[in-house]
Every structure is written in structure tokens, then in C-alpha cells.
């Protein structure tokens, strides 16, 4: 592995974390273009393992990962093990209220990969709180995006320059 490269990796129910992860690639790829945007349904442990640094997007689901996420993290979590101590991470949350339940989940499956998070959790609230707004298309305002936007390009600019 060589070259710094940044897995960005989403599952997204309603569009808000999919435009989360899209902005984010955006903006790491201002910096450098070596990200890769994956699906968490259709990730590879070898996707992984190629990747320098991580950033982990999903929605919270009844105050936790999503199962979609999980299900990547129980894929994952075994091929991997023992193959990307040290390597930086992030995460990006959008939450209906809160997203804390959502990001202590993904600290806890990391821990035993022993990543490194590298930057403070980005969690978007939509403040979706009725089965209709939960269920419903999301919509990420500018200022959130640009945030997303942000992350992506900080943890891009922090594996480039060997930062991280």
C-alpha cells in the first residue's frame, strides 16, 4: 500500500448519509483523487484492506448502526482482523434525534480492528421524529453538506500528508 487512499464507506435508507458520503468524496477528492466510494452492501474485505484511512457513513436506525452497516462490519470483521491496526478513521451520522448511539456502535466494532479516529464524529440531525418523517427522502442542507464536504477533504489532506 502506497499511495493514501480513503475509503468511504455508506449504507443510506432515505438519501441523507448517501449525499453525506457523496459530498464528503467530493470534497477528499479535491485533494487528492484516490477515494472510493462504497456501498456497505456490496463492500469488499479486500476494498478495505487496500484503503489508508476509513470514513464510515450511515443513518441511525431506533438509536443505533444501521443494519445494513452492521452487516458490512460482521462481513468485514474477521478477513480483517489483525490486517489495519493503526489505520485513521471517521464517521459521519445522519440522525433523526441524537446519532450518539449510531457512532458508539462503530466505535466499539473499530476498536478491535484498532483504528484510529482521527476527527470528531460529523452527525447531521434531521430531526425526523414521526414514522412518516423517518420514512420519508431525506434532504442534507448546504451548511451540512459543506461540512461533509469538509471531513472528506481534512481526512484526505491527513492521509496525503502522512498525518494521519
Known amino acids: 500500500m502506497s499511495a493514501a487512499t480513503l475509503a468511504i464507506v455508506w449504507h443510506s435508507r432515505t438519501g441523507a448519509a448517501q449525499a453525506m458520503a457523496r459530498a464528503a468524496a467530493a470534497g477528499a477528492r479535491a485533494v487528492a483523487p484516490a477515494v472510493r466510494l462504497l456501498a456497505a452492501a456490496r463492500v469488499r474485505p479486500d476494498e478495505l ?16 448502526l ?3 452497516m452492521k452487516e458490512m462490519f460482521d462481513r468485514a470483521y474477521y478477513p480483517l482482523l489483525g490486517r489495519i491496526e493503526g489505520r485513521p478513521y471517521a464517521t459521519a451520522i ?71
Not at 484492506?49 to 443505533?64: D, W
Not at 446519532?99 to 456502535?105: H, K, L, V
Not at 418523517?133 to 489532506?157: F, N, Y
Open 94 to 164: 445522519a440522525a433523526g434525534s441524537d446519532g450518539r448511539g449510531a457512532e458508539a456502535q462503530i466505535d466499539r466494532i473499530v476498536t478491535g480492528w484498532r483504528l484510529r479516529r482521527v476527527a470528531e464524529s460529523l452527525i447531521v440531525c434531521l430531526d425526523a421524529q414521526t414514522p412518516a418523517q423517518i420514512l420519508a427522502p431525506k434532504h442534507v442542507c448546504a451548511a451540512d453538506l459543506a461540512r461533509s464536504r469538509e471531513l472528506g477533504a481534512t481526512l484526505m489532506a491527513g492521509l496525503a500528508m502522512g498525518v494521519f
Open 66 to 68: 444501521s443494519g445494513a
Open 49 to 64: 484492506a487496500a484503503a489508508t484511512g476509513y470514513l464510515f457513513v450511515c443513518p441511525e436506525n431506533l438509536g443505533s
